[in-house]
T-cell receptor, first 118, second 110 residues
Framework: GAVVSQHPSWVICKSGTSVKIECRSL??????MFWYRQFPKQSLMLMAT?????????EQGVEKDKFLINHASLTLSTLTVTSAHPEDSSFYIC??????????????FGPGTRLTVL | QKEVEQNSGPLSVPEGAIASLNCTYS??????FFWYRQYSGKSPELIMS????GDKEDGRFTAQLNKASQYVSLLIRDSQPSDSATYLC??????????FGTGTRLTVIP
């Protein structure tokens, strides 16, 4: 399958600081990437859809001014958690959509970033 | 409201047995169906995709799709302790995002 990387894999920060997470598609170009959040023992929650060259589409209840998404190239999307607070501590996972040779779409996930806000 | 439902489990099977995981979805126009495996503390890993009715086999895994009954299942033959994980069913409608079930936790007992 396609390879998606994330950096950093984990981060600990103080309350009030901003944290940037990078998501890269390593061996393919992704016009669409997705950002998910997962709390312990809970299901994946889609936060936003990131489209190359345009504004991200946020899911209901996700603050776009708090979770800034930039998809400046076909291989890189970034999520910035601004003014992070302890309740933002979570596992953030990106995914990238790729079209297969059969013309069907599949999504591959990055390894995730564990954010802990003190 | 599009929904994807799974039994949360846990499902326990002895090593070497067949594990059967089921998933139902609400929308009849669903086009693509996926099974992801997620180990504790890790991100989901795509293990099977299926697009048409019937069975699709890949190694020890078999995905079964029945669009008329709106269910998709995953069979794991010769289950191994390393198969212990949460299995997520995901469904997409057209070019839309994936809709995930809450996952079924599988434990394979040695």
């Amino acid at each position: 399958g396609a390879v998606v990387s994330q950096h950093p894999s984990w981060v600990i920060c103080k309350s009030g600081t901003s944290v940037k997470i990078e998501c890269r598609s390593l061996d393919f170009q992704a016009t669409t990437m997705f950002w998910y959040r997962q709390f312990p023992k809970q299901s994946l929650m889609l936060m936003a859809t990131s489209n190359e060259g345009s504004k991200a589409t946020y899911e209901q209840g996700v603050e776009k001014d708090k979770f800034l998404i930039n998809h400046a190239s076909l291989t890189l999307s970034t999520l910035t958690v601004t003014s992070a607070h302890p309740e933002d501590s979570s596992f953030y996972i990106c995914s990238a959509r790729i079209r297969t040779q059969r013309g069907l779409d599949e999504q591959f996930f990055g390894p995730g970033t564990r954010l802990t806000v003190l | 409201q599009k929904e994807v439902e799974q039994n949360s489990g846990p499902l326990s099977v002895p090593e070497g047995a067949i594990a059967s995981l089921n998933c139902t979805y609400s929308d009849r126009v669903s086009q693509s169906f996926f099974w992801y495996r997620q180990y504790s503390g890790k991100s989901p890993e795509l293990i099977m995709s299926i697009y048409s009715n019937g069975d699709k086999e890949d190694g020890r895994f078999t995905a079964q799709l029945n669009k008329a009954s709106q269910y998709v299942s995953l069979l794991i033959r010769d289950s191994q302790p390393s198969d212990s994980a949460t299995y997520l069913c995901a469904v997409s409608w057209g070019a839309n995002n994936l809709f995930f079930g809450t996952g079924t936790r599988l434990t394979v007992i040695p």
